[in-house]
């Protein structure tokens, strides 16, 4: 019946189906293990009526106009330009750390020769991460990156990973740099907003056609049986001849032949409050206060009219796969070691040309949406659509 199974029901999946559904017209089955479609981007309402993200804060940013334009097939935009604060020595200031933040925590003397400096020595309208700024010899500026990472990014890189910066792939550490801007809006990208009727709204557009069978509530390997030696793959007991588009965890796939490849997860309490507004921008960061890393209300991000509102406050705990609660893998942990272990599997999944893996837990990187949904374009030109 099916000549394309795709495991995962998210960005990378959804956007597979679509293709294959609309441009090739062939069916497909999509397995989806938990009760909704989405992913970690799924929204819906609650009990006050306020459209929550149910796995944390989404805000869709891109400067890949082939990615907005495809996606605005598919959902009318709310133009939101994400702004965040940290709570810093008690006071709420920008994040990124960038001039406004400096002339925030500094006496104007002190702020305005270090913002010389800065500009001077990296520019204007620049990104520097912090580890980068660490590394100045120059006494003010050394006092200043040590004092933005201190009060920064160490304490809220040890709570959201459980390791120190410097432990952590470059790529993760210089996704928050120091900004020499006055910018205040966390993202430059040319398009930014959020799906006008929710992102739920917006993968149920990217599933509807008669050529996609969606099925929730399925542990694929209640249904497929893929066989990680030879590649032989069996749907519903029987040969199953097409491809695998493979978006959830390859060591799973693998049954963890090379061992377990380690996450970050989270843990999330939403509150309800029965006030128009709790805080002043959509997310505010606790880098040193606090067991959790930032609260986000939700009114800001949707543009939403409600008397009420709903505040998230997100915790980062361990993974553990076998432990109700902290069962779901957020974040890749990317460091030498663990890249080292995911090679091995990306090279096994070579052997076979049935299977394709994409997505965040297939490919063990950390993507935005704009990048998986980049990615599964481009992998449907150059490995389905040939």
């Known amino acids: 019946m099916y000549n394309y199974v795709i495991v995962g029901a998210g960005f ?6 679509e293709r294959i559904a609309n441009e090739l017209n062939e069916k497909v089955l999509v397995i ?7 992913g970690n981007a799924f929204d819906c309402y609650d009990d006050q009526g306020v459209l929550i993200h149910q796995y944390g804060p989404h805000i869709f940013h891109t400067r890949n106009k082939d990615v907005w334009d495809y996606l605005s097939q598919f959902t009318e935009w709310y133009l939101y330009h994400h702004e965040v604060l940290g709570v810093l020595d008690g006071n709420r ?44 010899d120059d006494d003010d500026l050394q006092f200043l990156a040590d004092y933005i990472y201190e009060k920064i990014f160490l304490h809220y890189t040890v709570k959201q990973w459980g390791v120190k910066p410097e432990d952590l792939d470059p790529a993760v550490t210089g ?31 990217l599933f509807a056609n008669k050529n996609i069978h969606v099925m929730l509530n399925t542990d694929y390997h209640d249904v497929l049986t893929f066989n990680s030696e030879n590649g032989s793959t069996e749907l519903f007991g029987q040969p199953f001849n097409g491809k695998l588009i493979y978006s959830g965890k390859v060591d799973e796939l693998f049954n963890y032949e090379f061992g377990e490849l380690p996450y970050r997860s989270l843990r999330f309490e939403f509150e309800s409050l029965q006030q128009n507004e709790y805080q002043a921008v959509g997310t505010v960061n606790y880098p040193n206060d606090y067991d959790f890393t930032r609260i986000t209300e939700f009114k800001h991000l949707t543009g939403q009219d409600v008397a009420n509102t709903t505040i998230v406050k997100e915790f980062p705990q361990s993974y553990e796969k076998d432990v109700p609660g902290k069962d779901i893998p957020y974040y890749p942990i ?16 070579k052997q076979f040309d049935n299977l394709i893996l994409l997505g965040r837990l297939a490919e063990y990187r950390y993507y ?19």
């Open 93 to 136: 200031v920008p994040i990124p750390f960038n001039l406004n933040t400096l002339h925030t925590v500094f006496p104007p003397s002190l702020a305005g020769k270090l913002e010389e400096k800065l500009i001077s020595s990296f520019g204007y309208n620049v990104k520097v991460p912090i580890l980068k700024l660490r590394e100045t």
């Open 175 to 205: 996704r928050v740099p120091v900004y020499i801007s006055r910018d205040n809006r966390y993202f430059q990208d040319r398009y930014q907003g959020m799906p006008k009727k929710g992102y739920t709204k917006l993968f149920e557009n």
């Open 334 to 349: 990317q460091n030498d070691d663990n890249q080292e272990k995911y090679s091995l599997y990306k090279n096994k999944a």
């Open 32 to 38: 989806e293990k938990r009760n909704h479609i989405g």
């Open 368 to 386: 935005d949406m704009d990048a998986v949904v980049a990615m599964a374009l481009k992998v449907f030109r150059d490995k389905v659509n040939k």
């Open 12 to 17: 990378a999946g959804a956007v597979m189906a």
